[in-house]
């Protein structure tokens, strides 16, 4: 492996040792490793970061105490590939790609930052007509969408997949996830019912959404149990807070044994009787254990190492995304097969502080904030 001539130190948002918690953009040590060695992991890349996108769970990590002072943030981010490691077979230099790394956990990578790591089996290939902005937008929505359908429930991929009649629930239709979840499910042969709040059902639609109610109705439930006939094997609880897990047990009812439910966030003790009562499986899924290593999530919750979650998401990359962005366009925002989320391009490295306090402030409705890093 031969590596560019790079400079030492590595723009970047780092978390302060304050009260409250905040970040700043300083000059930080750039290193190729954990360990401190000056060569990139085997499976590992190296990118020159151009754009970065930010997530819910940036600003927990950086300003909500799941972290420490000291830790660089971001989790997705799209560049240019500049190095690779020896046992990297299915990127090289030059190629453009967006990826996913645990960022706010290291004090040597995230995606803040104008050079990042990524696990080879974390990225995506952009294709020819997708921009960076585009690409650092699918990392934690559009894989965390593939972890719950397909590492998950075990939904048919895409590409092998024929209609079955079959409905999927999908609470927060509009969130970056559902996005992402309503495409997925569609484009595998379900029929996804949805809620999400009524301004939104016009785009939800567009993107495969088969019934649309408005979660702030008082009959949501009835109108859900009605529209599937009492028949929903899959729902994905994409808030995961303030109750809708409940929601979608009770939508699922007692009519559904042998469903299963996937949600974003740990589930409370008293839904987790309600689903077993039911006979309904009820799962917490976390995208970071496709990264292959033993983590401790947030300072809180340790999940162990999942060498299967590498194998089938790197199957998945390889052999699905390729087909699903072929012949993207920014202009259409979006290929034949596959739709990108709406982007607000909210300014440089600079101002990602300030993007995460915003996002923090409960400002941003179906919609990824991404920054440009030249």
């Avoid at 600003?59 to 990297?88: F, M, Q, R, T, Y």
């Avoid at 599937?228 to 303030?242: K, M, Q, R, T, Y």
């Avoid at 299963?260 to 309904?280: M, N, Q, R, S």
């Avoid at 799962?283 to 254990?289: D, I, R, S, V």
């Amino acid at each position: 492996m031969t590596l560019p001539q790079l400079p030492a130190t590595n723009r970047a948002v780092v978390t302060q040792a304050t009260t409250p918690a905040s970040v700043k953009v300083v000059d930080w040590p750039l290193r190729l490793s954990d360990t401190g060695a000056n060569q990139l992991p085997p499976r590992e890349v190296l990118i020159k970061v151009h754009a970065a996108a930010i997530n819910p769970t940036d600003w927990k990590h950086a300003l909500g105490g799941w972290s420490d002072p000291g830790l660089v943030g971001g989790c997705d981010a799209a560049g240019e590939v500049i190095a690779v490691g020896n046992e990297v077979s299915s990127l090289k230099v030059g190629d453009r790609i967006a990826g996913f790394l645990y960022g706010t956990n290291s004090a040597n990578n995230g995606a803040f930052a104008e050079y990042a790591r990524y696990k080879e089996w974390a990225t995506l290939k952009l294709p020819e007509g997708q921009s960076y902005a585009a690409g650092a937008a699918l990392g934690i929505p559009l894989l965390t969408a593939v972890q719950a359908l397909y590492l998950r429930q075990g939904l048919t991929v895409p590409s092998q997949a024929k209609p079955t009649g079959k409905h999927i629930l999908i609470w927060g239709g509009a969130t970056a996830v559902g996005h992402h979840a309503i495409q997925l499910s569609k484009l595998s042969g379900l029929s996804p019912i949805v809620a999400a709040s009524k301004q939104h059902h016009d785009v939800l639609r567009q993107l495969g959404a088969d019934l649309l109610v408005d979660y702030k109705d008082e009959d949501v439930i009835e109108q859900i149990q009605k529209a599937s006939e009492g028949a929903i094997p899959f729902a994905l609880d994409c808030v995961a807070e303030n109750g809708t897990t409940g929601q979608v047990l009770q939508a699922l009812g007692d009519q559904n044994k042998g469903a299963h439910v996937v949600t974003l966030l740990p589930i409370g003790e008293e839904d987790a009787k309600t689903a077993e009562k039911a006979g309904i499986k009820a799962e917490f899924t976390l995208l970071y254990t496709i990264l292959g290593e033993a983590l401790r999530f947030a300072k809180a919750i340790d999940f162990p190492a999942k060498p299967e979650d590498v194998e089938r998401i790197d199957k998945w990359r390889t052999n699905e995304w390729p087909r699903l962005a072929a012949g993207w366009s920014d202009a259409s925002n979006g290929s034949k097969l596959y739709k990108g989320a709406k982007l607000t391009e909210r300014g440089h490295l600079e101002d990602i502080p300030a993007s995460l306090d915003y996002m923090k402030q409960g400002n941003v409705r179906a919609e990824k904030l991404v920054h440009l890093i030249p």
